[in-house]
């Protein structure tokens, strides 16, 4: 990631490579923890990696023959 600590919801969107829908409705859901500051709400760069590491993961699928 970068220097900064917390980012935008449409600056966490962009860097997690999902849409800023997903973001809000997971910072609602309460599966993204975020912040807010006045009318701001921030997502911090260690709460955007534990929801991505909290998402499950694609398992292998093999072909059958």
Same mark, same amino acid.
């Given at each position: 990631m970068t220097d900064r600590i917390a980012y935008s919801p449409d600056e966490a969107a962009h #860097?997690?490579?999902v849409g800023? *829908? #997903?973001i809000f409705s997971e910072i609602k859901h309460g599966r993204l923890k975020a912040y807010k500051a006045g009318a701001? *709400? #921030?997502v911090t760069e260690d709460a955007l990696k534990a929801w991505i590491a909290s #998402?499950? *993961?694609r398992s292998t699928v093999t072909k059958a023959a």
């Amino acid at each position: 990631m970068t220097d900064r600590i917390a980012y935008s919801p449409d600056e966490a969107a962009h #860097l997690a490579s999902v849409g800023r *829908t #997903l973001i809000f409705s997971e910072i609602k859901h309460g599966r993204l923890k975020a912040y807010k500051a006045g009318a701001r *709400t #921030l997502v911090t760069e260690d709460a955007l990696k534990a929801w991505i590491a909290s #998402l499950p *993961t694609r398992s292998t699928v093999t072909k059958a023959a």
